[in-house]
């Protein structure tokens, strides 16, 4: 594999993945992929005669080992895994031993790396953001590399080309697993079942276990109550259902929303 993609860097791996992805999805798939590996196959010798069946059996071979996955598809995080060289891998940086699956945790980071509260992650709070990932991991990174790094970040993950990133936008490069909420229908089940699924909820966006949600569990919670209804919000729309969400639940205006205020708001008589 090495000789097909010799010494690839940050912005020639953004070249092909950008030239691949072409309907700007994030993914590779479809005639996209078929593409992919034809040009994978040109690209491995001219000793190597591109025919249909030498890139399908390339094709199996690469998506059996890199398709974490399994959808027949590449995400952005498998072909850096499949053509970037590991010194060269900055995408290995969000590698995690275990999976984002809480918006609590999700919007923590969001608040700490939003340094100026503008709702949106600029190019050098990403810049912040990607130094002190590398630091977490001990990996010495240069200005030059981290700026290369930054730069190519955003070409691919800013999806509508404004220069910065929103709330959906941190979350595809942090791999945030579905909504928690989806898997609850509070207004199609009996009493007893709402009671029962409330406290799920309830426990779930407790993180610090204080029985209260505050900062960021109130975020958490409020960016995927939202998403239910519309499927992508940004920074500042969440502050203001943030505001609106305190001010009809937390009735003793302490800043935070205690388990029975939010058992009011739902209309759920939660177990003391």
């Known amino acids: 594999m090495e000789c097909a993609f010799d010494n690839l860097d940050a912005a020639g791996f953004l070249e092909i993945w950008q030239h691949f992805d072409a309907d700007d999805n994030g993914y ?28 399908k059996r390339l094709k199996q071979r690469f998506m059996s080992a890199y398709d974490v996955t399994a959808d027949g598809r590449l995400q952005i995080q498998e072909l850096a895994n499949m053509i970037l060289p590991e010194d060269e891998n900055f995408l ?9 699956d809480n918006s609590v945790d999700f ?14 992650i600029s190019a050098v709070e990403l810049k912040s953001f990607l130094k002190d990932l590398f630091l977490q991991q001990q990996t010495t990174v240069s200005s030059s590399k981290l700026e290369e790094y930054t730069d190519a970040m955003m070409k691919i993950f800013d999806k509508n080309k404004d220069g910065r990133l929103d709330l959906n936008d941190l979350a595809r490069i942090l791999s945030l697993e579905e909504n928690f909420l989806l898997q609850f229908k509070l207004d199609a089940c009996s009493k007893e079942e709402r009671k029962r699924d409330f406290e799920h909820i309830f426990d779930h966006y407790d993180v610090s276990k204080t029985g209260a949600l505050e900062g960021p569990e109130v975020d958490g919670f409020v ?23 305190l001010g009809h639940c937390d009735v003793n205006k302490d800043g935070k929303i205690q388990k029975s205020e939010l058992a009011l708001c739902l209309g759920v008589k ?3």
């Open 28 to 55: 590779i798939e479809g005639k996209e992929l078929d593409d992919f590996f034809r040009h994978m196959m040109k690209k491995l010798g001219p000793e190597e005669k591109v025919t249909e069946n030498r890139i």
């Open 92 to 100: 290995l940086v969000f590698r995690r031993e275990a999976a984002l």
């Open 107 to 120: 919007m923590q980071i969001w608040r700490k790396y939003d340094a100026d509260s503008s709702g949106y």
């Open 223 to 245: 960016k995927d109550m939202m998403e239910l209804v519309k499927p992508s919000i940004t920074g500042p729309e969440l502050d203001k259902l943030r505001a609106v969400l």
């Open 270 to 272: 939660a177990q003391p």
